[in-house]
């Protein structure tokens, strides 16, 4: 074999990639990792944390509040249309449909989808924190075990 196979040599790495070797019952398998890039400081996760309650709690608070609102509708609006109120727009609400002002239902519509996208922003956020959120040293392996600590 010549010397300029890379796996021989250490020069042809970037200096900020770890080569790893992990030992698989009859052949050793090389992996990559960059340093840090599966690691993250505790400062960095609670921030992230914030970041996603942010986004999290008022998602789900917009969604409660169009909930209610679409509750009181149902008690309150007509369930034919109503010409002289102008109350044309049909809305079905668990199987019942009931007539009200396009005002109504764009301000309805509008709370229902920003809290919606609101929510599903703060998901992403906590999808991202569990797939890229592990502290420093607290990710493992396939395969290795934990540490035993010495008493």
């Known amino acids: 074999m010549s010397n300029s196979s890379p796996w021989r040599t250490r020069k042809t790495r970037p200096s900020w990639i770890n080569l790893d070797i992990v030992t698989n019952s009859r052949k050793h398998v090389r992996?990559?990792?960059?340093?840090?890039?599966d690691q993250m400081k505790n400062s960095q996760l609670a921030t992230l944390k914030f970041f996603a309650l942010l986004f999290l709690l008022p998602g789900l608070a917009g969604l409660i509040v169009s909930a209610t609102i679409s509750t009181h509708y149902?008690?309150?609006?007509?369930?034919g249309?109503?010409?002289?109120?102008?109350?044309?727009?049909?809305?079905?609400i668990h199987g019942i449909v009931?007539?009200?002002?396009?005002?109504?239902?764009?301000?309805?519509?509008?709370?229902?989808?920003?809290?919606?996208a609101v929510f599903l922003v703060g998901l992403g956020w906590v999808s991202f924190i569990s797939k890229n959120g592990q502290?420093?040293?607290?990710?493992?392996?396939?395969?290795q075990r934990a540490a035993k600590s010495q008493s």
């Open 98 to 116: 009931v007539y009200q002002t396009a005002e109504e239902n764009s301000k309805l519509n509008l709370i229902e989808y920003s809290s919606v």
């Open 74 to 79: 149902l008690d309150v609006m007509p369930r």
């Open 81 to 92: 249309p109503v010409l002289t109120e102008e109350r044309i727009v049909p809305r079905e």
């Open 135 to 143: 502290c420093a040293g607290t990710r493992r392996r396939r395969g």
């Open 31 to 37: 992996t990559w990792r960059k340093n840090g890039a």
